[in-house]
């Protein structure tokens, strides 16, 4: 067990621990399913809806991080050096970059918020449901991508919808949740004072990182995937003209996620941009599995809902190499 998972409980979604079995309907779901109470006027940009029952929220945000964690965790284990081109890095990057994202998303989530895409049938829902409790929004309300928050214990979900690409506009997001939790770290009262500030200093290099080379407000990942996937820049595509000699050694830390995030150095990096960006992305990675198998030890109501997600990927994945 990593120091990081006793720092992060604390500010787990209330409750999510306690989902048990495979879960289906994510957020999008419960949206559409329209059982929810309206009391505040809707705006063209923001919601919030009310719920009578915890258990609905729990079992939509268990789903998504379902879905989203077993995406991640698919990414990860999939990357392999090509034998033919073996100087050949391009996809390393843009895997381990979706593993992160998606990685990244799985964690908020469990933090109890979501950067969650608000579709047309999402939004006439809202609308109907503002409607019956003389809520509607005065204008037209945007859909597009919303940061939801959610109150375990008001069981309430507030929306607010996001400018900018969706993947910029979800560092941002995440960017300043680990910033938060960097802080909160340090008020737990359940660690060490030295493991409070051990797993404190790790979140603040990880945000230090998100913000690389001046990317403003955490996008810094999203900067590397852009230029190799888009600009086939850092020599990881074929003729891998200024191809350096530590590029070699990114195949071979790969795995270097399944084991204790808080062991990863994020700092000592130097000018080795995508080694700098691979560890960043596999701390979070990491992050996400520690978190996943600790939240899956503490059900106590039958088995984990992780199980039949991003740790029934892993696990199936340990057994196809036995």
């Given at each position: 067990?990593?120091?990081?998972?006793?720092?992060?409980?604390?500010?787990?979604?209330?409750?999510?621990?306690?989902?048990?079995?495979?879960?289906?309907?994510?957020?999008?779901?419960?949206?559409?399913?329209?059982?929810?109470?309206?009391?505040?006027?809707?705006?063209?940009r923001?919601?919030?809806?009310?719920?009578?029952?915890?258990?609905?929220?729990?079992?939509?945000?268990?789903?998504?991080?379902?879905?989203?964690?077993s995406?991640?965790?698919?990414?990860s284990?999939?990357?392999?050096?090509?034998k033919?081109?073996?100087?050949?890095?391009?996809w390393?990057?843009?895997?381990?970059?979706?593993?992160?994202f998606?990685?990244?998303?799985?964690?908020l989530?469990?933090?109890?918020?979501?950067?969650?895409?608000?579709?047309?049938?999402?939004v006439?829902s809202?609308?109907?449901?503002?409607?019956?409790?003389?809520?509607?929004?005065?204008?037209?309300?945007a859909?597009?991508?919303?940061?939801?928050?959610?109150?375990?214990?008001?069981r309430?979900?507030?929306?607010?919808?996001?400018?900018?690409?969706?993947?910029?506009?979800?560092?941002?997001v995440?960017?300043?949740?680990?910033?938060r939790?960097?802080?909160?770290?340090?008020?737990?009262?359940?660690?060490?004072?030295?493991?409070?500030?051990?797993?404190?200093?790790?979140?603040?290099?990880?945000?230090?990182?998100?913000?690389?080379?001046?990317?403003?407000t955490?996008?810094?990942?999203?900067?590397?995937?852009?230029s190799?996937?888009?600009?086939?820049?850092?020599?990881?595509?074929?003729?891998?003209?200024?191809?350096?000699?530590y590029h070699?050694?990114?195949f071979?830390?790969?795995?270097?996620?399944?084991?204790?995030?808080?062991?990863?150095?994020?700092?000592?990096?130097?000018?080795k941009?995508?080694?700098?960006?691979?560890?960043?992305?596999?701390?979070?990675?990491?992050?996400?599995r520690s978190?996943?198998?600790d939240?899956?030890?503490?059900?106590?109501?039958g088995?984990?809902?992780?199980?039949?997600?991003?740790l029934?990927c892993?696990?199936?994945?340990?057994?196809?190499?036995?």
């Amino acid at each position: 067990m990593s120091i990081l998972d006793g720092i992060a409980r604390p500010f787990w979604l209330a409750g999510l621990n306690e989902v048990a079995g495979p879960q289906i309907k994510g957020i999008g779901g419960l949206i559409c399913d329209e059982a929810y109470q309206i009391y505040s006027q809707v705006s063209p940009r923001s919601f919030t809806l009310s719920f009578s029952d915890p258990k609905p929220i729990l079992s939509a945000f268990a789903a998504d991080i379902n879905r989203i964690g077993s995406a991640s965790f698919e990414s990860s284990l999939s990357i392999s050096r090509s034998k033919l081109l073996p100087k050949s890095t391009a996809w390393l990057v843009i895997q381990t970059y979706y593993s992160a994202f998606f990685s990244a998303h799985a964690i908020l989530r469990i933090l109890g918020e979501s950067c969650t895409p608000i579709e047309r049938e999402h939004v006439n829902s809202i609308v109907k449901v503002g409607e019956l409790f003389g809520a509607a929004p005065l204008t037209p309300m945007a859909g597009g991508l919303y940061h939801l928050v959610c109150d375990a214990k008001e069981r309430t979900i507030s929306g607010k919808s996001l400018s900018g690409s969706p993947h910029e506009a979800f560092w941002k997001v995440f960017y300043d949740r680990i910033l938060r939790l960097s802080n909160e770290a340090l008020t737990v009262p359940t660690q060490s004072v030295a493991d409070r500030q051990r797993a404190s200093v790790k979140l603040g290099e990880l945000a230090s990182n998100l913000c690389f080379q001046s990317a403003a407000t955490g996008r810094w990942l999203s900067t590397v995937r852009n230029s190799v996937n888009y600009s086939q820049k850092h020599a990881t595509w074929f003729p891998y003209s200024g191809h350096r000699g530590y590029h070699d050694y990114l195949f071979e830390k790969i795995s270097e996620w399944t084991g204790d995030p808080l062991d990863l150095d994020l700092v000592s990096c130097g000018d080795k941009d995508l080694r700098r960006f691979q560890v960043t992305c596999n701390f979070i990675i990491g992050s996400l599995r520690s978190i996943s198998v600790d939240m899956a030890d503490r059900c106590t109501v039958g088995r984990s809902f992780q199980n039949f997600g991003s740790l029934g990927c892993l696990n199936r994945a340990r057994r196809s190499r036995l």
